[in-house]
């Protein structure tokens, strides 16, 4: 009787193997398929829509029709729309730097070594927790000319408060200090860099006799710039997509003289009151097209100032 050919161990194995590998596609396909269907209906549809929108007159009442580059065109001839990005520019120039010295010199305080220090991190973190309706709402109490904390505390003391919200040369100032009373989370993002810090480079420091300033700028901040740089990015991203809190305190009008009137409030006003949605996403991927921009460069920048543990 003829030997049978015999099969090798690897190629017993490899079928059942591959049969294994295939069913563990299959479920990891169906697990994340859920996910994978959203990102597809939620995002890369409506980001492939807003794309053809931006060159028609769409106006969700009507299904409109192709205009090409007209939408641009007449965006770069609305005095308004200039407006809201001088307004955009002008609080991410000033909020982010203030963000990020506040930011890192409040977390520098709150990394001392005293008793309750747990409790005075709760307190200053507290704000980020209230929602910006509300904060829009008690700013504009404390901020009012006639009766405000704020102008009274002042006029105690002999000075004469600001129109704050009401004028157009301190509304975006306001604003800004708004803003920065919220910056609690960045807050806690400095605290886990500074945590990270070596405690031996303090001691060598203090061996050196290094003093408190030398120790700061030699050692926290160069050490501290990887979370800066983060902060940095992050801060602008949402500085240029400000909202809400000058929405809520001007109930959408961007008064005084449209000094509070955004880019993004611009937006949703195109898009959701008078319902030029086509106008509405072109102006959205011009914020995309600044915004990716503004991002490249604080990445191309970002190799001569931030500095990594062990480089």
Known sequence: MPDMPKMSSTTRTAVPKQKLLNKSNINGWLFASPWIIGLLLFYAFPLAASIYFSFTSYSILQPGEFVGLQNYINLFNDELF???????????????????????????????????????????????????????????????????????????????????????????????????????QAVVIYLAGLGDIPEELYEAADVDGAGWIHKTFRITIPLLTPVIFFNLVMGAINAFQQFTLPYTLTEGQGSPSNSLTFYVMYLYDNGFQYFQMGYASAMAWILFVVIMIFTAIIFMTSKRWVHYQGE
């Open 82 to 184: 200039w407006k809201s990005i001088y307004n955009t520019i002008y609080f991410t120039v000033y909020f982010v730097p203030l963000s990020i010295i506040f930011g890192v010199a409040l977390a520098m305080m709150l990394n001392l070594k005293v008793k309750g220090m747990a409790v005075y991190r709760t307190i200053f973190f507290l704000p980020t927790l209230v929602p910006h309706v509300a904060l829009a709402v008690l700013w504009m109490w404390l901020l009012d000319p006639g009766f405000g904390l704020v102008n009274g505390v002042l006029n105690g003391v002999g000075v004469q408060g600001p129109n704050w919200l009401g004028s157009v040369t301190w509304s975006k100032p306001s604003l800004i200090l708004m803003s920065l009373w919220g910056i609690g």
